[in-house]
C-alpha cells in the first residue's frame, strides 16, 4: 500500500485502492483504519510509499516514477529548461554544498544526454543537490549534494564525481589500500574507563555488481537482490546465525510473505538495530522510498550484536554493536560478517563494487573507501559544555554526532556518538585506532573536568 500519492482528507478504502493500485493490501488497510473506515491523513503519510506515484513531504514534490517494476529510475528531471532552470538557485545556495562549487554549465552540458550502461543518468545523481539548492538549507541532504545511481557513475562522469570525492575526504592518499580486518592491531580499549561508556559500534556498508544502487535500483532488481542476500546470509554459522525479518508488509520474502509483525517492526526501531520509513531529505530527494516496504529488511543473529541492512540507503549495511567498550570483540565479530557476507555473495556468483582507485563504491560519496564508521556513545557532560569540544574532536578527524544520529541535534544531555570522521585513504585499523585514541583521551578529559572545571584540553 503507500502514500505515493497526495491526499489532504483522511483516506476511505477505495481512495487507497486507487493510490495504492496493485499494491492495496485489504488487510493492511483494515489494520490501520479507525472506527469510521478511514486513514487519517498523517498515518497515511508516515505509511509506505507505492509504485508507480511521485512523492511528496513538506515542500518537497517529485512526481516521477518508474513505469514498471521492471524499470530503474533516473530520471531526466533538468531535460527542459537545462542548466540554467536551476544554474542561480546553485550559485546562490547557502551553506556548504559541494556540488555548487564544482558543477559548471559546461560540465553539465557534457553529460545531460548521457547514461550509465545501467541507465541512470547525470540528472538522477545531482538531484539532491539541487532540491537542497532550491529549497534551502532545511532541506538537509548534505553536504556533498550528490549520490550515485549505480557504481559506472564515478568513472562515467568522472570529471566531477573525482573532484567531488576527493573533496569530500580532505584529499586522501590514493589509490585507497587494501582491507584490514586484522583485529590485533587495534589499540586495547582497557586504557579508558568504561563506566563512561554506553555502546560501542562498527559499521560499513557494500554494494553488490550487477544492480543499480538504492538511488535507481528497480522493484524487480531489489527484489532479486534480496534474494541474494538472504540467500548467503541463511548459510552463516555460529555466533553469527541468526534470520531475516522482511519489513512489515513486505510481500517479497517467501519465508515470510508478508513480513513481520509491525509490533516487532516498531520494537526493532526502537531498540535503534532497525532503520524506519523514509522521511529524510536525503532519502527522499534521491527517490529511496520506491516501492516501500517491499524487499527491504534486517538480518540479525539471535545476540542482535551482528546485523545485516538489506536494501535501505546501500545494498548492505553490516553491523557489528554491544554495550560496553569492547571494540575488540565488536571489531572481530565485525570481520568475521563482513568475510562472510562478502564470501557467501561471491558463491553465488556476485562480485562486490570495488573501485582500485576509491575502494567500495556505495550510495554517498562519504561512505566510499573503507566506508566503515566506528563510534562509542559515551557520557561527557563536561567536556560537550566547553567551547573548544567540536574544534577538539574535528582537529582528531573525530565527529561528535547527538544521541539520535545522522542529523539529529546534540542535545544537551551530554551525551555523544563520538566517531571517526575519514572514510578514505586508511585502512579499518587505522580508523577504529583513531577513534579509540579520541574516546580514551576525550573521557580522561572529562575525568580531569570533574576535579577541576578549568582542565585543560588533552593535546
Given at each position: 500500500m503507500?502514500?505515493?500519492a497526495?491526499?489532504k482528507?483522511p483516506?476511505?478504502?477505495?481512495t487507497a485502492?486507487?493510490?495504492?493500485?496493485e499494491?492495496?493490501?485489504?488487510?493492511?488497510f483494515?489494520e490501520?483504519?479507525?472506527?469510521?473506515?478511514k486513514i487519517?491523513?498523517?498515518?497515511w503519510?508516515?505509511?509506505t510509499?507505492?509504485?508507480?506515484?511521485?512523492a511528496?513531504?513538506?515542500a518537497?514534490?517529485?512526481?516521477?516514477h518508474?513505469k514498471?517494476?521492471?524499470?530503474?529510475h533516473?530520471p531526466?528531471?533538468?531535460?527542459?529548461?537545462?542548466?540554467e532552470?536551476?544554474?542561480?538557485?546553485?550559485?546562490?545556495?547557502?551553506g556548504?554544498l559541494m556540488?555548487?562549487d564544482?558543477?559548471?554549465?559546461?560540465l553539465?552540458d557534457?553529460?545531460?544526454?548521457?547514461k550509465?550502461?545501467?541507465?541512470v543518468?547525470?540528472d538522477?545523481?545531482?538531484?539532491?543537490?539541487?532540491?537542497?539548492?532550491?529549497?534551502?538549507?532545511?532541506w538537509?541532504v548534505?553536504?556533498?549534494?550528490?549520490l550515485f545511481?549505480?557504481?559506472e557513475?564515478?568513472?562515467?562522469?568522472s570529471e566531477?564525481?573525482?573532484?567531488?570525492?576527493?573533496?569530500?575526504?580532505g584529499?586522501?592518499?590514493l589509490?585507497?589500500?587494501?582491507?584490514?580486518?586484522?583485529?590485533?592491531?587495534?589499540?586495547?580499549?582497557t586504557?579508558?574507563?568504561?563506566?563512561y561508556?554506553i555502546?560501542?559500534?562498527v559499521?560499513t556498508?557494500r554494494?553488490?555488481?550487477?544492480f543499480?544502487?538504492?538511488?535507481?535500483?528497480?522493484h524487480?532488481?531489489r527484489?532479486?537482490?534480496?534474494?541474494i542476500?538472504?540467500?548467503a546470509l541463511?548459510?552463516?554459522?555460529g555466533?553469527?546465525?541468526?534470520?531475516?525479518?522482511?519489513?512489515?508488509?513486505?510481500?517479497t520474502?517467501a519465508?515470510?510473505?508478508n513480513?513481520i509483525d509491525?509490533e516487532?517492526?516498531?520494537?526493532?526501531?526502537?531498540?535503534?538495530?532497525?532503520?524506519?520509513?523514509?522521511d529524510e531529505?536525503?532519502?527522499?530527494?534521491?527517490?529511496m522510498e520506491r516501492?516501500?516496504?517491499?524487499?527491504?529488511g534486517i538480518?540479525?543473529?539471535e545476540?542482535k550484536?551482528?546485523?545485516v541492512?538489506?536494501n535501505?540507503?546501500d545494498h548492505l549495511?553490516i553491523i557489528?554493536m554491544e554495550?560496553?567498550?569492547?571494540?575488540?570483540a565488536?571489531?572481530?565479530?565485525?570481520a568475521?560478517l563482513?568475510?562472510a557476507v562478502?564470501e557467501?555473495?561471491?558463491?553465488a556468483g556476485k562480485?562486490l563494487?570495488?573501485?582500485p582507485m576509491?575502494g567500495?563504491?556505495?550510495?554517498?560519496?562519504?561512505n566510499c573507501?573503507t566506508?566503515?564508521?566506528?563510534?562509542m556513545m559515551?557520557?561527557?557532560?563536561?567536556?560537550?559544555?566547553?567551547?573548544e569540544?567540536?574544534k577538539?574532536?574535528?582537529d582528531r578527524?573525530?565527529q561528535a554526532?547527538g544521541?539520535?544520529g545522522f542529523?539529529?541535534?546534540?542535545?544537551d544531555?551530554g551525551?555523544?556518538?563520538?566517531?571517526?570522521?575519514?572514510r578514505?585513504?586508511k585502512d579499518?585499523v587505522q580508523?577504529?585506532?583513531?577513534?579509540?585514541?579520541g574516546?580514551?583521551?576525550?573521557?580522561k578529559?572529562?575525568?580531569?573536568?570533574?576535579a577541576?572545571p578549568?582542565?585543560?584540553?588533552?593535546?
Open positions: 503507500g502514500a505515493g497526495s491526499v482528507d483516506v476511505d478504502e477505495e485502492k486507487k493510490l495504492s493500485g499494491h492495496f493490501n485489504e488487510a493492511k483494515k490501520f483504519a479507525t472506527e469510521d473506515g487519517p491523513r498523517a498515518k503519510d508516515s505509511l510509499f507505492q509504485q508507480g506515484c511521485g511528496e513531504h513538506g518537497w514534490k517529485d512526481d516521477t518508474a514498471t517494476n521492471a524499470d530503474i533516473a531526466r528531471y533538468f531535460e527542459e529548461k537545462g542548466f532552470g536551476f544554474a542561480e538557485a546553485l550559485k546562490n545556495a547557502p556548504e556540488l555548487r564544482l558543477l559548471t554549465k559546461e553539465y557534457k553529460f545531460k544526454d548521457e550509465t550502461a545501467l541507465g543518468t547525470f538522477k545523481c545531482i538531484k539532491g543537490g539541487i532540491d537542497r539548492a532550491q529549497l534551502g538549507e532545511k538537509n548534505g553536504k556533498v549534494g550528490v545511481g549505480d557504481a557513475c564515478v568513472t562515467k562522469f566531477i564525481m573525482d573532484p567531488i570525492i576527493k573533496a569530500r575526504h584529499d586522501p592518499n589509490p585507497h589500500p587494501p582491507p584490514n580486518l586484522d583485529g590485533s592491531y587495534l589499540l586495547s580499549h586504557d579508558m574507563d568504561a563506566s561508556v555502546s560501542t559500534r559499521r556498508g554494494s553488490i555488481s550487477g543499480p544502487l538504492p538511488p535507481s535500483i528497480g524487480d532488481q527484489a532479486e537482490l534480496e534474494g542476500v538472504t540467500g541463511a548459510g552463516l554459522t555466533d553469527l546465525k541468526g534470520d531475516y525479518y522482511p519489513l512489515a508488509g513486505s510481500t520474502y519465508p515470510k510473505p513480513g509491525k516487532t517492526e516498531a520494537g526493532l526501531i526502537k531498540d535503534h538495530f532497525l532503520f524506519q520509513a523514509p531529505p536525503m532519502l527522499l530527494s534521491w527517490r516501492d516501500w516496504p517491499h524487499a527491504r538480518y540479525h543473529n545476540k550484536s551482528a546485523l541492512w538489506v535501505e540507503e549495511r557489528s554495550k560496553g567498550n569492547d571494540i575488540r565488536v571489531f572481530d565479530r565485525f568475521d563482513v568475510k562478502e557467501a555473495c561471491k558463491k562480485g563494487e570495488i573501485s576509491y567500495n563504491i556505495l550510495s554517498c560519496p562519504s573507501g566506508g566503515l564508521r566506528a563510534s559515551i557520557k561527557v557532560p563536561l567536556a560537550t559544555k566547553k567551547d569540544f567540536k577538539w574532536c574535528a578527524k573525530l554526532r544521541s539520535g542529523a539529529s541535534a546534540a542535545a544531555d551525551i555523544r556518538d563520538v566517531s571517526n570522521v575519514d578514505m585513504g579499518e580508523l577504529v585506532n583513531e577513534m579509540i585514541k574516546v580514551t583521551d576525550l573521557i578529559w572529562e575525568k580531569e573536568l570533574e577541576n578549568d582542565a585543560p584540553a588533552p593535546a
